[in-house]
């Protein structure tokens, strides 16, 4: 009993203890650097919010009623054959149903919004980047530019990205917490986000679908950076001796874990139309069209 009693008084304190230690931890989806990842984030906290209004009431009335009708308050009211209330009624069913059509409405219209195949609004002309999902590492292609990293994006402050994405092996998830929207990678096809950063930083990108053994670790770093700084760092991927065509991308997309960081100077412009080719007879099939039922684009 004593034993059971110590425990007691002593989980209330740890637990708190506990949960001090955690306010050391960042949440990147909450600390978002660019316009969508904001959006988001702002959804989220709606989202949440508006939830509560159901389920803060439902937590303190249960501890106000499991507090007041426990067995030893002789001084509650006791009504066995009490069935219905239609006050109640009204209130358990009309709030929950508004807030229902309430998030119905948000969703529907951010939904839109947020859409990430939408380009995003911005008077600078955006960049293009392939991205490539391989075992378990990530190739990002410059198409405009002719060159190639693994693991390391970088990207203008305030440019938009249009990415496209595929991948060459198990379906993954290309994401990046702190600007917004994960989109799943598939082989046999491409999918489409827009991002901007709004502030310079080095921004952790991941997968965010299980692929393997190497999951955990299938990471990036995106850098974004000055316009000066981003055309040095071009020319830095320049200045690689490593060019990037089919024979040598096939030794790039062997499976391998904790891959570093790569360059490649120079890259086959229908790489990452190969890619998605190979699964499809020649064609290329964007994610959109499929799912509408469309005929796919042959390129």
């Known amino acids: ?14 637990s708190i203890g506990l949960t001090a230690f955690l306010t050391g931890c ?9 316009s969508v990842g904001v959006a988001e984030k702002s959804l989220i906290a709606t ?12 937590i303190l009335l249960t501890l106000l009623f499991a507090w007041r009708y426990r067995a030893s308050n002789r001084n509650a009211a006791y009504a066995p054959k009490w069935s219905h209330s239609t006050a109640i009624e009204v209130v358990v069913w009309t709030i ?27 008077n600078v002309k955006p960049i293009d980047v392939e991205v490539v999902a391989l075992d378990w590492k990530w190739l990002f292609i410059y198409p405009d530019l002719g060159i190639a990293s693994v693991n390391q994006l970088a990207m203008p402050v305030g440019t938009p990205v249009n990415f496209h994405i595929t991948s060459d092996s198990v379906m993954n998830s290309f994401f990046i917490p702190q600007l917004g929207t994960q989109v799943y990678a598939m082989a046999g096809m491409q999918t489409r986000v827009h991002l901007i950063a709004d502030a310079p930083g080095d921004y952790a990108g991941v997968s965010a679908n299980f692929s393997g053994k190497g999951f955990s670790d299938m990471k990036f770093r995106t850098l974004a950076v000055s316009q000066a700084d981003f055309n040095g760092w071009v020319q830095k991927v320049k200045a690689s ?9 096939g030794v790039v997309a062997k499976p391998g874990e904790k891959e570093p960081v790569r360059y490649f100077s120079s890259v086959d412009p229908k790489l990452f139309h190969n890619v998605i080719a190979k699964y499809n007879s020649g064609h290329v099939v964007d994610f959109r069209d499929a799912n509408c039922g469309t005929n796919a684009s042959k390129e």
Not at 1 to 14: D, E, Q, S
Not at 26 to 32: A, F
Not at 96 to 122: C, M, N, Q, V
């Open 47 to 58: 989202a949440t919010w508006t939830m509560l209004i159901v389920v803060i009431p439902v």
């Open 96 to 122: 929950p149903a508004l807030i229902i059509l309430f998030l119905g409405i948000l969703t529907w219209r951010t939904t839109h919004e947020l859409d990430p195949y939408k380009p995003l609004e911005s």
């Open 1 to 14: 009993m004593l034993a059971k009693r110590t425990f007691r008084g002593c989980l209330i304190p740890v």
């Open 26 to 34: 960042q949440l990147e989806v909450l600390d978002p650097k660019g």
């Open 241 to 249: 001796p490593d060019r990037l065509d089919m024979d040598h991308y």
